[in-house]
């Protein structure tokens, strides 16, 4: 198993930046694809990005492609997420989430282990 905690959200104003941070617990981690996902008030839970386990590959939604880049460190058992100029449509609680499964990546069913989530709000 493997716990997760999200750090680093906040407010900032469209055109900014932000890292999020995942820490995760366990000697496995090195093992999981990481991804994260985000959910507006009244909208579902949907897919940002994600991560193979040794983080040569790379997945994000075509809403924040080329503006967001996931990576991870195994020897420190993170996971980042830099997101650059924000919009105001990018804010919603951010979640990192992981799994030993490699298929499926961009589907929320597949992922067994979830953080608490952390805010992020960008302001126009």
């Known amino acids: 198993q493997v716990q997760l905690v999200e750090s680093g959200g906040g407010l900032v104003q469209a055109g900014g930046s932000l890292r999020l941070s995942c820490a995760a617990s366990?000697?496995?981690?090195?093992?999981?694809?990481v991804a994260w996902f985000r959910q507006a008030p009244g909208k579902e839970r949907e897919f940002v990005a994600a991560?193979?386990?040794?983080?040569?590959?790379?997945y994000y939604a075509d809403s924040v492609k080329g503006r967001f880049t996931i990576s991870r460190d195994n020897a420190k058992n993170t996971a980042s997420l830099q997101m650059n100029s924000l919009k105001p449509e990018d804010t919603a609680v951010y979640y990192c989430?992981?799994?030993?499964?490699?298929?499926?990546?961009?589907?929320?069913?597949?992922?067994?282990?979830w953080g608490q989530g952390t805010q992020v709000t960008v302001s126009s």
């Open positions: 989430a992981a799994d030993s499964t490699t298929g499926a990546i961009r589907t929320l069913k597949t992922y067994n282990y």
């Open positions: 366990g000697r496995t981690f090195s093992t999981y694809t």
């Open positions: 991560i193979n386990r040794i983080g040569t590959y790379t």
